[in-house]
């Protein structure tokens, strides 16, 4: 079993750490009790199907950190392999970071004597031990989302990297845009298989409906220029650490003309190497009414 601690600075960036790596395929659990870990490790290596890799956030809020949280952590490494990630962060981010959240740092509320720059320097005191020990450190001082990913991706496996996973969404302008959609592309504008007898109760996926669609020039036009859109965005998409883009295809019903687009756009990144699926919304709504 891979087993990650991520532990550092509070307001360091642990909880979009944690989600990096849920996006990754851990199982992340935030702030468990270091005294029960041994115990939790051992329940979870007695599962036959409980998740290989394990992500846990340790921090200050951890009232054993000062005191024997290093030892447990180390025992720990004869059974699983244990990683521990330490987040940094420049002073002054960290009180600009308080500061917008308008959040208490967490020794705050159990000394009441402690002002923002006392309880962060008293943390580091707290963590110094644990940040010796790190086998990974990384100061997020600077970092956007995009390149925590990055730099967390560093040290995973590499088969255990997820880039960017594409959804192609097919819907119905007559039954609303879908609400998680990050880009949409209105393909009304193409004959409509609708109108012809032998297609009409079909779907995209059926090679009838993509051959007549894909049969008119303006229909190629138009998915080759929304492939050079993708192509452009896509990097720059990654580059944000966004793990999950959901593009939008309509036409009227969502059954013919966005389905067969969300298809062949899904096959051909596919074959780029991306992780890219095609989803219709409205088909099966469409086709109640056939029946």
């Known amino acids: 079993m891979r087993v990650i601690i991520v532990t550092g600075m509070s307001g360091s960036g642990k909880t979009k750490a944690l989600d990096i790596l849920e996006d990754n395929g851990y199982y992340c659990l935030d702030n468990l009790p270091v005294k029960i870990l041994p115990e939790f490790m051992n329940l979870i290596l007695r599962l036959d199907d409980f998740s290989s890799k394990v992500c846990i956030t340790v921090d200050v809020r951890n009232t054993e950190m000062s005191d024997g949280a290093l030892s447990t952590l180390e025992s720990l490494s004869g059974s699983v392999d244990l990683k521990i990630v330490f987040l940094d962060c420049d002073n002054s981010v960290l009180v600009k970071r308080y500061k917008e959240s308008r959040r208490l740092h967490p020794l705050m509320m159990t000394d009441t004597k402690l002002d923002l720059q006392g309880a ?172």
């Open 120 to 291: 962060i320097n008293k943390e580091r005191d707290i963590l110094e031990q644990i940040k010796s020990k790190a086998d990974y450190i990384i100061d997020t001082s600077l970092l956007t989302t995009g390149e925590l990913k990055e730099k967390i991706n560093e040290f995973l496996p590499e088969n255990e990297k997820h880039g960017l996973s594409i959804s192609f969404t097919a819907f119905g302008y007559k039954y609303g845009i879908p609400a998680d959609c990050d880009i949409v592309f209105d393909v009304r504008c193409l004959p409509n298989p609708f109108y012809v007898d032998e297609l009409k109760t079909k779907t995209g996926k059926d090679h009838e409906v993509r051959d007549f669609v894909m049969s008119y020039p303006e229909s190629r036009e138009l998915l080759e220029r929304i492939i050079a859109y993708l192509d452009s965005a896509i990097p720059m998409y990654n580059r944000e650490g966004r793990s999950q883009l959901v593009v939008g295809l309509g036409c009227t019903g969502g059954q013919h003309r966005s389905l067969t687009f969300a298809i062949l756009l899904a096959e051909h990144y596919k074959e780029k190497g991306l992780m890219a699926s095609a989803f219709a919304r409205d088909s099966e709504r469409n086709m109640k009414k056939y029946l």
